[in-house]
């Protein structure tokens, strides 16, 4: 709404003040939104950190696309050091909580 500007005057620091409410309440939804926000820089100013962060969040709460964002972030070593069984921790957790990555990761 705030972002686009719909009804309301368009204003991202608004927008993410909105967000990081509703992140802050264990919405996992807005806070893999945010995730990606901070890590591309949406409405934000890119900040890698605070995007992995928000990632962290959503993941510890059973997300798999966060924990496979996570599990990619960990594996690639992209922007933060790689860290392969941090990596392999976060897809064995998504591949759980998701029948078809299941099938095609722990066969």
Sequence with gaps: MFFAGE????SNS???KWLRAAGEQNLVSVQIELGNRYHQGIGV??????????????AELGSPEAQLMLSY????????PRNVI???KWVVLAARGNPIMRSAVLR
Excluded: H, S
Aim: no cysteine; aromatic share 12%.
């Design 7 to 10: 009804g309301v005057p368009q």
């Design 73 to 80: 972030l960990g594996l690639e070593g992209k922007e933060m």
């Design 14 to 16: 608004e927008g993410i």
């Design 45 to 58: 100013a890119k900040d890698f950190n605070e995007g992995t962060r928000w990632f962290q969040r959503a």
């Design 86 to 88: 941090e990596g392999y």
